[in-house]
């Protein structure tokens, strides 16, 4: 098989095993998962989103962002208001522990991968960010690009 038609499997067979692995790590660890965990890391970036706006950035419907809310609400970790703009429109934001959860759980998955880029010099770190953030751009220019920007440049 040529180089080239291997990256297509590549790519898609670690973004699924790098997401299972996530989901597995933050269940064990704090008993949320890898979707909750995105969840949480959006509302925590850009407080005050619509949940249209999260299920267009996270490439997820908006039945999956209402579930998910409801399991992080249940948990003690979002909390919900009508907004005294319009009585129809809810936010929600982070509770103080959904703040607390949302950065141990980038400790978490950041110690995890640690081993797998040790060996990388930074050079090559800088490369891999840069074809990567390539990669992105091109597949995700129209979808929430925006909010994409935010995690990217921190």
Do not use: W
């Not at 959006?42 to 209402?66: D, F, G, R, Y």
């Not at 003690?76 to 009508?82: D, M, R, S, W």
């Not at 005294?84 to 809810?90: D, G, I, Y």
């Amino acid at each position: 098989m040529q180089s080239r038609n291997k990256i297509g499997f590549l790519i898609q067979h670690l973004a699924f095993s790098l997401g299972r692995t996530n989901d597995q790590v933050l269940q064990e660890q704090l008993g949320i998962g890898f979707s909750q965990y995105k969840l949480m890391m959006v509302l925590q970036k850009m407080p005050h989103i619509q949940q249209k706006q999260i299920a267009n950035a996270l490439n997820q419907t908006e039945a999956s962002i209402s579930r998910q809310i409801k399991l992080l609400h249940d948990k003690g970790l979002l909390q919900t208001t009508v907004s005294p703009k319009n009585r129809r429109e809810h936010i929600t934001t982070l509770t103080p522990k959904g703040v607390r959860y949302t950065e141990e759980a980038l400790r978490i998955l950041t110690n995890y991968y640690q081993p797998m880029f040790e060996h990388m010099s930074e050079k090559d770190t800088e490369q891999l960010v840069v074809l990567l953030g390539g990669l992105h751009d091109y597949i995700c220019h129209d979808k929430g690009a925006e909010m994409c920007q935010k995690f990217i440049n921190e």
